[in-house]
């Protein structure tokens, strides 16, 4: 099959709005990118579209004060004989945010959308409609699928850089015009304020634009919602989201730094030591800020399975809600683990229910890679691998449940994506490398960090046989996007033969790894 071509089939979009020219920007909830207030509803944070289906997808807005959320669609960008949505009615409950349900789509199609924003005691008075344009799935194999994935965004006060032309990533990855954006999680820092300059090792100076809400800690919902509101200050993420949907997970910087439920804190710089009341409020802004269907339900979970058509289905995991206490682990017996039960049967379940060609598991923390959790002084362990090159442990025995459970129930096409480390590498996890062998050989792609300080490349742990077949990271701890080693990654799925390749790339696009793999075969 012929390369897709780059770009050419999204419109260059109207109503994106520049980016604020300054470095400090006030709490309030009416301020906006370069948005007056006026007589009018703005939409000046742009829009977003998320868990797009053949048939269905979810749009996202913010307002700048009470209003009426309104989509239209079109076949076309001139929205002749628009098909219109009312939304609902944005207001303090959800700091003005609100997403709307599009539905009855045509399948494999470009949707050009705009959205008004009305103001409720007179919906004649609409405010500059902001548009955006995304893809239905597409129910013909023929069709391919392609999408990227990273993580980590504005982390170790790294934050929105002017002079550097903001995150950049995001123009390289729009470039590649793919189907869906996979956030593997640590879509904010609530942990880690942003201060306005950084000294750098060579004497330069970073400049972030800061806000109020990011010059400590999140603890209150405010806090927390001003930190999904600092990213959308960049215009090339505003712009990103209007063009390509996202499927969105969390990990641990949503709420602190590697933090597990029922944790009660001992940082100094928190007044509320309860991590489940902050995951809580951060729950809370989180599903305010992107348009993610399962947290609209009763459950309100972000665990769930994404259906791209024949070729792909998209397993996305949640591996903070449900885990046991960091710890060392090296317990014998661990029910929990790093799923929970509950999450462990549901992938199951799914897996051996999907016919899809490939199964992407999207974890927003790696297998065999060691992250060690010390911020009490403990040894503990922040993800699933202790370093014990041994027979599982810990929750490394939930993970060899799985990965039996694949095996035997002949699971072909699976493949683990994640981000989490700060930096991109390769593993290749085979039985006969490994001391626990009950499973198939498998890949599993890192890629990251968006917008924030990378890091040296994790120890690995031998119990399922991983071998690092390409790394990039920095040598030494917390370098700035200044001095590059931000990464993103892309999956190309062949239409024609259903070769899935998967391309590592940096910061501007450049590819420095590429893995092709069979579908069917197991091993690769």
Same mark, same amino acid.
């Given at each position: 099959m012929s390369p897709r071509p780059l770009p050419g089939r999204r419109s260059v979009l109207r109503g994106s709005l520049a980016a604020s020219a300054a470095l400090t920007l006030p709490v309030g909830l009416g301020a906006a990118p370069a948005l007056a207030l006026s007589g009018r509803p703005g939409a000046g944070w742009g829009v977003q579209t998320g868990d797009v289906t053949a048939d269905s997808g979810l749009v996202w807005v913010r307002s700048d004060r009470p209003a009426r959320m309104i989509v239209e669609t079109s076949a076309t960008e001139s929205f002749r004989n628009? @098909? /219109?949505? @009312?939304? !609902?009615?944005?207001?303090?409950? $959800? =700091?003005?945010?609100? $997403? $709307?349900r599009l539905h009855g789509l045509p399948s494999g199609q470009e949707i050009h959308y705009r959205v008004l924003l009305a103001d409720p005691e007179d919906p004649r008075r609409t405010g500059e409609p902001v548009t955006?344009? &995304? +893809?239905? #799935?597409?129910? @013909?194999r023929r069709d391919g699928v392609r999408f990227v994935w990273s993580g980590d965004l504005a982390g170790q006060g790294w934050g929105i850089n002017p002079e550097l032309g903001g995150y950049r990533i995001y123009d390289a990855m729009a470039a590649l015009d793919p189907d869906f954006f996979l956030c593997s999680g640590d879509n904010i820092y609530a942990d880690g304020p942003i201060g306005e300059t950084v000294a750098l090792p060579d004497g330069r100076t970073w400049r972030n634009i800061t806000t109020e809400e990011k010059a400590k800690v999140a603890e209150t919902l405010a806090e927390f919602r001003g930190n999904f509101r600092y990213n959308l200050l960049d215009e090339n993420l505003r712009a990103f989201n209007a063009r390509v949907p996202s499927i969105i997970q969390w990990d641990d910087h949503e709420v602190t730094n590697n933090w597990y439920p029922g944790e009660i804190l001992t940082d100094a710089r928190y007044t509320e030591k309860s991590v489940d009341v902050l995951a809580a409020r951060a729950r809370q802004a989180f599903s305010e800020y992107f348009p993610i269907s399962t947290l609209r339900r009763p459950d309100g979970r972000v665990h769930r399975v994404q259906h791209h058509g024949p070729l792909l289905d998209v397993f996305v995991l949640d591996m903070r809600t449900y885990r046991n206490a960091n710890s060392p682990d090296d317990q014998s017996a661990d029910a929990q683990g790093i799923l929970g039960e509950e999450q462990l049967e549901w992938l199951k379940r799914e897996l051996s229910r999907s016919r899809a060609v490939w199964k992407v598991i999207a974890s927003d923390m790696p297998l065999g890679l060691v992250v060690p959790d010390t911020g009490d002084g403990k040894p503990n362990i922040e993800a699933v691998a202790?370093? =014990? %090159?041994? *027979? !599982?442990?810990? +929750?490394?025995?939930q993970i060899a449940e799985l990965l039996r459970f694949v095996k035997h129930r002949r699971i072909t096409g699976t493949v683990w994506l994640t981000a989490d480390v700060h930096y991109t590498s390769a593993q290749h996890y085979d039985p006969s490398r490994a001391a626990f062998k009950d499973f198939a050989p498998f890949w599993e792609f890192v890629s990251g960090p968006l917008n924030a300080g990378a890091f040296p490349a994790n120890t690995l742990d031998g119990t399922f046989g991983p071998d690092r077949v390409f790394v990039k990271a920095p040598t030494t701890a917390n #370098?700035? %996007? *200044? =001095?590059?080693?931000? &990464? &993103?990654?892309? #999956? =190309?799925?062949?239409g024609d033969s259903g070769e899935l390749t998967v391309r590592l790339r940096e910061q501007d696009g450049t590819v420095l790894f590429t893995k092709a793999l069979?579908?069917? /075969? #197991?091993g690769q």
């Amino acid at each position: 099959m012929s390369p897709r071509p780059l770009p050419g089939r999204r419109s260059v979009l109207r109503g994106s709005l520049a980016a604020s020219a300054a470095l400090t920007l006030p709490v309030g909830l009416g301020a906006a990118p370069a948005l007056a207030l006026s007589g009018r509803p703005g939409a000046g944070w742009g829009v977003q579209t998320g868990d797009v289906t053949a048939d269905s997808g979810l749009v996202w807005v913010r307002s700048d004060r009470p209003a009426r959320m309104i989509v239209e669609t079109s076949a076309t960008e001139s929205f002749r004989n628009p @098909r /219109r949505w @009312r939304g !609902p009615l944005l207001g303090a409950g $959800t =700091d003005f945010t609100g $997403t $709307t349900r599009l539905h009855g789509l045509p399948s494999g199609q470009e949707i050009h959308y705009r959205v008004l924003l009305a103001d409720p005691e007179d919906p004649r008075r609409t405010g500059e409609p902001v548009t955006g344009t &995304f +893809r239905t #799935v597409s129910q @013909r194999r023929r069709d391919g699928v392609r999408f990227v994935w990273s993580g980590d965004l504005a982390g170790q006060g790294w934050g929105i850089n002017p002079e550097l032309g903001g995150y950049r990533i995001y123009d390289a990855m729009a470039a590649l015009d793919p189907d869906f954006f996979l956030c593997s999680g640590d879509n904010i820092y609530a942990d880690g304020p942003i201060g306005e300059t950084v000294a750098l090792p060579d004497g330069r100076t970073w400049r972030n634009i800061t806000t109020e809400e990011k010059a400590k800690v999140a603890e209150t919902l405010a806090e927390f919602r001003g930190n999904f509101r600092y990213n959308l200050l960049d215009e090339n993420l505003r712009a990103f989201n209007a063009r390509v949907p996202s499927i969105i997970q969390w990990d641990d910087h949503e709420v602190t730094n590697n933090w597990y439920p029922g944790e009660i804190l001992t940082d100094a710089r928190y007044t509320e030591k309860s991590v489940d009341v902050l995951a809580a409020r951060a729950r809370q802004a989180f599903s305010e800020y992107f348009p993610i269907s399962t947290l609209r339900r009763p459950d309100g979970r972000v665990h769930r399975v994404q259906h791209h058509g024949p070729l792909l289905d998209v397993f996305v995991l949640d591996m903070r809600t449900y885990r046991n206490a960091n710890s060392p682990d090296d317990q014998s017996a661990d029910a929990q683990g790093i799923l929970g039960e509950e999450q462990l049967e549901w992938l199951k379940r799914e897996l051996s229910r999907s016919r899809a060609v490939w199964k992407v598991i999207a974890s927003d923390m790696p297998l065999g890679l060691v992250v060690p959790d010390t911020g009490d002084g403990k040894p503990n362990i922040e993800a699933v691998a202790q370093g =014990d %090159p041994g *027979a !599982p442990l810990g +929750r490394e025995l939930q993970i060899a449940e799985l990965l039996r459970f694949v095996k035997h129930r002949r699971i072909t096409g699976t493949v683990w994506l994640t981000a989490d480390v700060h930096y991109t590498s390769a593993q290749h996890y085979d039985p006969s490398r490994a001391a626990f062998k009950d499973f198939a050989p498998f890949w599993e792609f890192v890629s990251g960090p968006l917008n924030a300080g990378a890091f040296p490349a994790n120890t690995l742990d031998g119990t399922f046989g991983p071998d690092r077949v390409f790394v990039k990271a920095p040598t030494t701890a917390n #370098v700035s %996007p *200044a =001095d590059g080693y931000q &990464f &993103f990654g892309e #999956v =190309d799925i062949d239409g024609d033969s259903g070769e899935l390749t998967v391309r590592l790339r940096e910061q501007d696009g450049t590819v420095l790894f590429t893995k092709a793999l069979q579908p069917g /075969r #197991v091993g690769q």
